[in-house]
């Protein structure tokens, strides 16, 4: 269930004007459930919408991480939570901030999905490749 974290996952080194993205897709019997826990964890963000290629990215930020999440379905064709983190370092330094932060929200994720006592099936964890930044 736990992701384990990856330095530099893409062909190269992260650059400063790019996120590193992590992607958790949550299969569970209460995905409603699963939804608010995400919702208490991100609470305190910003919320943000921006166009990046074209298409509308809507989620929350605090400048260092962003948070989206909508329901998809898996491989099996089952409904799950898909909840993608986006994360940079501080203004001109790319590493390895970034993945520290992917590796602490995974982990509180994780964390606050058990203390609530939330029965999970599955967390597939796929690390995408880097994006530029729209902000």
Known sequence: MRWRQRNDWGPRALAGDEWAVLEAQIDADDLDAVENAVEELTGF????????DGRPLVGVTDG????????????????????????????????PHAFDRLGSAATSLVDHLQADGIALSEIRWTERPYQKRPF
Do not use: K
Not at 45 to 52: G, H, K, Q, T, W
């Open 45 to 52: 963000m910003d919320s943000f919408r921006e166009d990046v």
């Open 64 to 95: 260092q991480l962003s948070v989206t999440q909508h329901y998809t379905e898996n491989r099996r064709g089952r409904r799950v939570l898909q909840v993608i983190f986006y994360a940079t370092g501080p203004v001109g330094v790319g590493q």
